[in-house]
């Protein structure tokens, strides 16, 4: 069984720009969750989806965007970047249950300038 | 709120050493907790889960046990190799949001 991937692995921008990430899951995934990595920070939840809803967001604010499509793969949009936008941005997937063990991709390393 | 930490946070040891970390956790309000490694610049692999009902789980030399009364897990790592060189991240899965929170993580160091 394929891993999860996310496209593009590297990505460049400029402040005020937006940028779109996608996440493809394991084959009969229906979970994805999104997380940014910094190393101030640490790995936090930005949301996850299920079914094509949103079924749960973390703690930040609305630029960050996302979406799941009918075949669960999913893509997060962040518009207006901000320098601390740089991140490491990892998406996972799970089977379906708030239990399930939560696989994860390579993910996009993403520099604002 | 959930606060999850590991101790140490960063760790050496020569090649053949059995190892201990651990990560502990404010809430026992938890469906699970998952052991990952994360190599410099790299995703996450995941090496255990243990659900809330669960005391302990094994994969080959991994050890991972869990004691939610306490708020306690800890990663067992049995003669460690070079190529356990990576950082160790615990997480727990929230029961009342489905969040995950994860810890700071342990850096290793596996010298040959």
């Known amino acids: 069984k394929a891993g999860v991937t996310q496209t593009p692995r590297y990505l460049i921008k400029t402040r005020g720009q937006q940028v779109t990430l996608s996440c493809s899951p394991i084959?009969?995934?229906?979970?994805v969750s999104w997380y940014q990595q910094t190393p101030g920070q640490g790995l936090q939840f930005l949301f996850e989806y299920f079914s094509e809803t949103q079924r749960n967001k973390g703690n930040f604010p609305g630029r960050f965007s996302g979406r799941q499509f009918s075949n669960s793969r999913s893509e997060m949009n962040v518009s207006t970047l901000e320098l601390g936008d740089s991140a490491l941005y990892l998406c996972?997937?799970?089977?379906?249950?708030?239990?399930?063990?939560?696989?994860f991709g390579p993910g996009t390393r993403l520099t604002v300038t | 709120k959930q606060e999850v930490t590991q101790i140490p946070a960063a760790l050496s040891v020569p090649e053949g050493e059995n190892l201990v970390l651990n990560c502990s956790f404010t809430?026992?309000?938890?469906?699970?907790l998952q052991w990952f490694r994360q190599d410099p610049g790299k995703g996450l692999t995941s090496l255990l889960l243990i659900q809330s009902s669960q005391r302990e789980q094994t994969s080959g030399r991994l050890n991972a046990s869990l004691d939610k009364s306490s708020g306690r897990s800890t990663l067992y790592i049995a003669a460690s190799q070079p190529g356990d060189s990576a950082t160790y991240l615990c997480a727990v899965r929230l029961y009342n949001n489905n969040d995950m929170r994860f810890g700071a993580g342990t850096r290793l160091t596996v010298k040959p």
């Open positions: 996972a997937s799970s089977n379906s249950g708030h239990a399930d063990e939560q696989y």
């Open positions: 809430d026992s309000a938890i469906y699970n």
């Open positions: 084959s009969g995934h229906r979970s």
